[in-house]
């Protein structure tokens, strides 16, 4: 018999390389691959050829799967360490096109190496978070997401003591995906999987406060996109005005700027963006110039962003640009694609008003809480190059984001403004200090700006100054 | 049985006496040596690569072409006979060209997609000049997007002529036109 697929290659097209690896290795040890069981110690060839015959037998064999992990528990002598690692190789090159029954054996097998801590199976966890598609209500991804809670739920005792860190990577993705599920409507489908996501959010939340604060000001972003489910509107009315029901022993949470302050790391933005996705991304930004992209974009679009709700994954994708994508100078100063191009097609391709709303909040939100001490200046510089370099041919994007700007510092948290006056002009004060415009001019002075607009600007920056002097 | 190593190796070596080497060791050296060299030689045959770039293409009755490109374009399906074919634009980091899809190829790939050519042949088919895979060839895709480009030149918009001595070769003459006709640059 000849060893079964795990992916379904349409005919023309190569196989991958990895899955070439597992199949070999599986047809070649196919005959140690049933007990009894050699006795004999493996070479380390021999082992890590083992490794992977037994993860492709598993894959491809139900029905011996319980055979195949008794065997891997026989042999183990590195911690499950090559084992995990070609997991998480899986995971990352061929997730997506996996066949279904592959898939199922590839959840199981990742349960039983929590149930091992096989070392490195919290980047097996995460990765799998990532293979979640966002703006996605299709059986399939539901099906991960239902996987996913469920066993994070299972496992919670256990997470929580070997790697809370998993837990934060779940609360942010879950809270995104939420909003997502929420907008489905009462299907009834995606009514019990709606609940089991609240549940483990709200567990994360009420009983363990330090792994939301682990994510920073992100956290308070995603929250405020849910406020229209009732747990998550007590959670923000608590965080905001009764912060003291988080204390616990040894932490105390004081006010909702302890939030803002922290800057969230951009393993977060990751999170949201898949592999694939990201491979993409970062390829237009080192390899394409400028001029040229159109045709990527194009690509680009039309395998992700090919449906009317899949605009909503543009907000991901842009804070990612932001947070996750820092290119070097020499790529700065070259004629490739800048980040700031590509957000700008982005923020034109949204067509829904609110999704537009929320892009601008994804650029500008550092912005509101920059602390040059915490932040980093490159997080700022895409939404600042936008509105300057929009000014010769599209002036009513850099009147639009300016006013969007000055509209967040005045009520996205009317009694912290002046968090917000001190983020804001700070952020332009550094953006000018490294030269990254040369003055304020170019917005103040620019004739095509509305005089309003402009006096606003000039006023935000002169308190801003004040109250840092 | 014991040797010296020859006074010419000697000369210019440290000041430490000259090792004496035993005949069967040296023997056993030239033998892993003569191996080393094989395997060497089989190594850089294995991973001798016949890729050519596409600005390198020269229009010619073998199919020896291989290559990889990224599709820009594709255009609509027609028929030929009983067979499908389907004309597309293809391009590398050096120069676009015409391939031309036949039978089930047309419906394998898609414009974004990277596909390796084994054996394609570079011809003059009803006058147009194409690449195709032709019955010996092989088109593969291998991936997508990752790949730069360019659309100028076009190796299929260029007029050759045959070389004054030798026929069967032939030499650029002049552009046609700098991008392809069929498929034009988006503005």
Redesign the interface.
């Given at each position: 018999m000849a060893a079964l697929k795990l992916t379904l290659t349409?005919?023309?097209?190569?196989e991958n390389a990895l899955e070439t690896s597992l199949r070999e290795a599986f047809e070649s040890q196919k005959q140690s691959l049933r007990p009894p069981f050699s006795l004999a110690i493996p070479s380390p060839d021999q082992y890590t050829l083992l490794n992977r015959a037994i993860l492709h037998g598993v894959l491809t064999e139900p029905q011996f799967a319980k055979t195949h992990i008794k065997h891997l528990h026989a042999i183990v002598t590195d911690g499950y360490a090559t084992f995990v690692t070609l997991l998480l190789d899986l995971v990352n090159h061929l997730y997506p096109k996996l066949l279904a029954s592959v898939k199922t054996q590839l959840l199981w097998l990742t349960d039983q190496t929590v149930c091992v801590l096989g070392i490195g199976y919290d980047a097996v966890l995460v990765s799998l978070l990532r293979q979640i598609v966002g703006a996605d209500c299709g059986d399939v991804n539901l099906w991960l997401c239902s996987k996913l809670v469920t066993l994070f739920l299972e496992q919670w005792d256990c997470l929580l003591e070997d790697s809370p860190h998993v837990l934060s990577f779940a609360l942010y993705t879950f809270l995104r995906v939420l909003t997502d599920h929420c907008r489905g409507g009462s299907v009834e489908k995606l009514e019990t999987l709606k609940r089991l996501e609240i549940h483990l959010c709200v567990k994360i939340v009420r009983e363990e406060f330090h792994l939301c604060l682990k994510i920073g000001r992100d956290f308070i972003r995603l929250l405020q996109d849910l406020v229209h489910v009732p747990e998550f509107r007590a959670i923000l009315k608590d965080i905001v005005f009764n912060p003291c029901v988080f204390n616990v022993v040894g932490f105390e949470f004081k006010d909702v700027s302890q939030i803002y302050s922290t800057r969230t790391s951009s393993r977060y933005s990751l999170l949201r963006i898949s592999p694939d996705m990201e491979?993409?991304l970062r390829?237009l930004l080192t390899?394409?110039?400028l001029g040229?992209q159109?045709?990527?974009q194009v690509?680009?679009g039309?395998?992700f962003l090919n449906e009317p709700d899949k605009e909503f994954v543009i907000v991901d994708i842009v804070r990612f640009i932001c947070c996750g994508h820092h290119p070097p100078n020499e790529i700065i100063q070259s004629d490739i694609v800048p980040r700031w191009a590509l957000i700008g097609w982005l923020l034109t391709s949204c067509r829904r008003n609110h999704v537009v709303a929320n892009v601008k909040l994804a650029l500008f939100y550092d912005w509101l809480f920059f602390d040059e001490r915490v932040d980093t200046i490159m997080n700022i510089e895409p939404a600042v190059l936008l509105m300057v370099h929009s000014i010769p041919k599209y002036v009513d994007i850099t009147h639009a984001l300016l006013e969007f700007l000055l509209h967040l510092v005045d009520s996205y948290d009317v009694e912290r403004k002046s968090v917000m006056v001190k983020g804001v002009s700070s952020a332009f004060q550094l953006l000018v200090r490294k030269g990254v415009i040369r003055s304020l001019d170019v917005l103040i002075s620019c004739p095509a700006l509305h005089p309003a607009l402009k006096e606003r600007l000039k006023k935000l920056v002169a308190c801003g100054m004040i109250g840092s002097s | 049985m014991q040797i010296k190593l020859p006074v010419h190796l000697r000369v210019g070596l440290c000041s430490r006496p000259p090792q004496r080497v035993c005949v069967q060791e040296v023997l056993e050296r030239e033998v892993r040596l003569s191996y080393w060299n094989k395997v060497k030689q089989w190594r850089s045959w294995r991973n001798k690569s016949d890729m050519v770039l596409l600005k390198d293409i020269v229009p010619a009755a073998h199919n020896n072409i291989e290559s990889k490109f990224i599709v820009?374009e594709k255009g609509s399906t027609a028929l030929e006979g009983k067979n499908r074919i389907c004309l597309t634009l293809v391009a590398d980091e050096t120069a676009a060209v015409h391939l031309q899809l036949w039978g089930?190829?047309c419906n394998?790939?898609d414009?974004?997609d990277i596909i390796?050519l084994r054996k394609g042949i570079f011809s003059y088919q009803h006058g147009n000049l194409i690449l195709r895979a032709g019955k010996r060839g092989k088109?593969?895709?291998?991936g997508?997007?990752?790949m730069?480009y360019v659309e100028i030149p076009n190796m299929s918009e260029i007029h050759w002529i045959p070389h004054a001595t030798n026929s069967k070769y032939y030499i650029q003459d002049y552009v046609i036109s700098p991008h392809s006709r069929i498929f034009p640059p988006?503005p």
């Open positions: 349409p005919p023309l097209e190569a491979t993409q390829f390899s394409i110039k040229n159109k045709r990527h690509w680009f039309k395998k | 820009l089930d190829e394998a790939f414009s974004g390796h088109l593969e895709k291998s997508e997007f990752v730069s988006i």
